[in-house]
């Protein structure tokens, strides 16, 4: 089992930035993604950035160039630094990692609690 620990969300104006944490604890099998996704108030939840394969990185369109996904993973945390952030930005943010247990050949999903994030006109 895995257990996923968002921290760093908070109340920023316009133009701000944030960096979000997501430190994973427990029996971590081989990792194949891990992810950043965004829950807007009343909309669905989006991803917003991942790391795929240990190097594939993808971001939304709505992110890119002001959003960067990274992590140590000597401590086994990842990262979202947020920058340039926008109103529309506001949302709760998810850690995201999906694991593979080749002794079962089965694939686990996990999540954090969630952070929020607001950001202020």
């Known amino acids: 089992q895995v257990q996923l620990m968002e921290s760093g969300g908070g109340l920023v104006q316009a133009g701000g930035s944030l960096r979000l944490s997501c430190a994973a604890s427990?029996?971590?099998?081989?990792?194949?993604?891990l992810g950043w996704y965004r829950q807007p108030p009343g909309k669905q939840r989006e991803l917003v950035a991942s790391?795929?394969?240990?190097?594939?990185?993808a971001y939304a369109d709505s992110v890119k160039g002001r959003f960067s996904i990274s992590t140590d993973n000597a401590q086994n945390t990842m990262y979202l630094e947020m920058n340039s952030l926008k109103p529309e930005d506001t949302a709760v943010y998810y850690c995201?990692?999906?694991?593979?247990?080749?002794?079962?050949?089965?694939?686990?999903?996990?999540w954090g609690q969630g952070t929020q994030v607001t950001v202020s006109s």
């Open positions: 427990g029996r971590i099998s081989m990792i194949n993604t």
């Open positions: 790391i795929t394969g240990g190097s594939r990185i």
């Open positions: 995201y990692m999906k694991t593979y247990d080749i002794h079962v050949d089965a694939e686990y999903d996990y």
